[in-house]
């Protein structure tokens, strides 16, 4: 179809529609081939391509369902409370507070007030980390030979700094991150031990605990030592679903975090949400 007049150039982009590539969002979400929850819940449904990155608003309750489909995706993953982003993901304190440094299941995900704003609630990867963060521009730059967003070997910090001008945020609002799908282990003399994935078809669901701004970049891990850039689709959906009750599993699994919980739960009836 030619294009070389504006009219052409209309026609080609409309003869476009109802296309799917490999990697890109679905709208409406529903439409997504088979929803993991009943029909109209879905509320996100997106395939990211290798180094490429995306974000959405979600409300409190929501399940966000990540999976690894080809085994080489690593979800680099920051969250904010939505309408009031100095509030946002504290690996440090998601850490230390729970006496884990190893994500998975029946984990929380704490902001730095010491509240939940997500929790891990289902696990078949087993590959995660919350002590690395993200690649860098310098560091892609001298591993691949460059980091820039638009280059072959983007950096995940490079692409959360788009991720964030979308949602009114700065560069100097990016967290440390914490990432699923490539995993870290500690030795015993403190050095870090890639480990690597768990293969195609692992996921991981989280439940948002707060109304929550997710930011997601899909790149190589950095402590990932193949000399190739390698980063392959991740899956990303979500639908609607109920936040954590009190008297749940989850809520009462730990001291720590059951204060978490409470701590949120106050924060919100102040507010007239729960």
């Not at 109209?40 to 180094?51: K, P, S, Y």
């Not at 080809?70 to 100095?86: K, T």
């Not at 015993?188 to 996921?203: C, K, Q, V």
């Not at 997710?214 to 190589?220: F, M, S, T």
Request: include cysteine; charge should be negative.
């Amino acid at each position: 179809m030619a294009t070389a007049t504006t009219y052409g150039a209309r026609a080609h982009a409309r003869a476009q529609q109802g296309t799917r590539a490999e990697a890109m969002p679905v709208v409406p979400a529903n439409t997504w081939p088979a929803p993991p929850c009943e029909a109209g819940h879905l509320v996100w449904a997106e395939t990211v391509a290798g180094g490429n990155y995306t974000h959405k608003v979600l409300a409190r309750g929501t399940e966000l369902r990540l999976t690894d489909l080809r085994g080489d995706a690593c979800a680099h993953l920051l969250l904010f409370a939505a309408d009031r982003p100095w509030e946002r993901l504290n690996v440090a304190d998601t850490v230390k507070i729970q006496w884990n440094a190893y994500l998975g299941e029946d984990r929380l995900l704490l902001s730095d007030q010491g509240r939940v704003l997500a929790s891990v609630i289902a696990d078949t990867s087993g590959r995660h980390d919350a002590l690395c963060g993200t690649s860098t521009l310098v560091r892609n730059t001298e591993r691949y030979g460059d980091g820039t967003p638009q280059s072959p070997s983007p950096a995940g910090r490079e692409l959360f700094k788009l991720a964030a001008a979308k949602n009114g945020l700065a560069p100097r609002d990016l967290p440390p991150s914490l990432s699923f799908f490539q995993g870290v282990e500690v030795r015993d003399d403190g050095a870090l031990d890639f480990a690597g994935s768990a293969g195609p078809g692992a996921d991981v669901t989280l439940r948002t605990e707060q109304d929550v701004t997710v930011l997601i970049a899909n790149v190589p891990h950095p402590a990932d030592p193949r000399t190739d850039y390698v980063s392959t689709p991740l899956e990303v959906l979500a639908w609607r679903s109920e936040a954590t009750k009190p008297g749940a599993p989850l809520w009462e699994a730990t001291p720590e975090g059951r204060r978490a919980f409470l701590n949120t739960t106050e924060f919100l009836a102040a507010r007239g949400i729960a």
